[in-house]
């Protein structure tokens, strides 16, 4: 359900230097459920908005894309 909503953000944001999306395997990388890992992915899918190593937004599961847009725009 997000991967189409993922894709359009990537398209329109594809041209800012500092917007780079990345789809990691919670499980295979041992993230989901660990609540010692910095992470904290407990539901999935997570969406953590970086600004250098700081996590500046997260939210779980459907987000409309209006909303992540919003997040991207006003953390550049």
């Not at 953590?48 to 997260?58: A, M, P, T």
Request: glycine share 2%; hydrophobic share 40%.
């Amino acid at each position: 359900m997000m991967k189409p909503v993922i894709q359009r953000l990537s398209e329109k944001y594809q041209n800012k230097k500092n917007v780079t999306f990345i789809e990691v395997d919670a499980e295979e990388a041992k993230l989901f459920r660990e609540v010692d890992n910095k992470w904290n992915v407990l539901r999935v899918p997570t969406f953590i908005l970086l600004k250098g190593q700081e996590i500046v937004e997260k939210g779980y599961e459907y987000i409309p894309e209006e909303i992540l847009s919003n997040w991207i725009d006003k953390k550049i």
